[in-house]
């Protein structure tokens, strides 16, 4: 077992809508497989599944068809630049809460099959601060919280932030600054969040980077190009690219939590006792 590389599973969050954590997850997924890593991305927004529609692809099945056993796993994946794969969620997500001993089973063997295939799964999860979204956070290894330069996007993020410390117990949580001015903007942001963080939370933030709005990302939007494929060298690619290189050195957990199957395991077993005080 101990030759085993773990995956690194990451989820990335925002809080709120309008942050552009899912247009993050994508280009960050790009520019991880731009440097070697096998990625895959979990469209986990049941609500407003849209990874697909920025790659400008398009599923004709997603998780809810491998749970009723009509497709595998590898079957629903879609193929996006640099190799990346998407595995769309959409109501196959809802149904976790749903799935019977040997359909958990059945899910957990689904995924733990994959996870040979690949170095990095990132999760991109719904916005808000729904029972969905906090399952899949907790199941994940790190959790990467988006902020934008609005007073509800730093409200939503401390809110998402002190529930998972005050009711889950977790401590340690990375942020991305994005859509600021400059990386002091973007600096001065996250100081804003930790100043609140520090006084009230028993938590530790790490600043991972800032991503600057940039003109071409609404282009690359109506391209359905990522802009790390479309505008390799325009600042938002670029501010991407070094923030890839930095999730490349984070230190790999190696230990049961590491694994597809067993984030699954852990995400099917919050969402079976969600109910429970």
């Known amino acids: 077992m101990n030759n085993i590389k773990p995956v690194r599973v990451i989820a990335i969050t925002s809080g709120k809508g309008g942050a552009g954590k899912t247009n993050l997850s994508v280009n960050l997924g790009i520019a991880l497989a731009q440097t070697g890593q096998r990625v895959a991305i979990l469209d986990a927004d049941m609500g407003l599944a849209n990874v697909d529609i920025l790659l400008g692809v398009y599923p004709k099945f997603n998780l809810s068809h491998v ?11 879609l193929e996006g630049p640099s190799g990346i794969r998407v595995i769309p969620g959409a109501s196959g997500i809802q149904k976790m809460a749903e799935l019977s001993a040997t359909e958990q089973a059945a899910m957990i ?36 919280v988006v902020v934008c330069d609005e007073p509800t996007s730093l409200t939503d993020a401390y809110a998402f932030i002190k ?3 005050r009711d889950y117990k977790l401590s340690n949580f990375h942020v ?11 600096q001065a942001l996250f100081q ?4 609140v963080t520090d006084h009230y939370l028993d ?20 391209k359905q190009t990522p802009v790390v494929v479309g505008f390799p060298e325009t600042k938002a690619s670029l501010a991407i690219k070094e923030i890839a290189g930095k999730i490349n050195n984070w230190p790999l957990k190696a230990n049961a939590g590491s694994f ?5 395991e852990k995400m099917i077993r919050y969402d079976s006792n969600k109910d429970v005080a």
């Open 163 to 165: 529930l998972l410390n």
């Open 176 to 186: 991305i600054t994005n859509m600021v001015k400059t990386v002091q903007q973007g």
């Open 260 to 264: 597809i199957e067993f984030f699954v």
């Open 109 to 144: 063997r689904a995924f733990s099959e994959i996870d040979q295939e690949l170095d990095v799964l990132i999760v991109d999860t719904a916005a808000g601060i729904s029972a969905s979204v906090v399952n899949f956070a907790r199941a994940c290894q790190e959790i990467i």
């Open 192 to 195: 804003k969040l930790t100043k």
């Open 203 to 222: 938590v530790t933030l790490r600043f991972v980077g800032a991503v600057p709005y940039d003109e071409n990302l609404r282009k690359s939007v109506q």
């Open 67 to 77: 749970l009723s056993g009509e497709r595998t796993l590898p079957e629903i994946m």
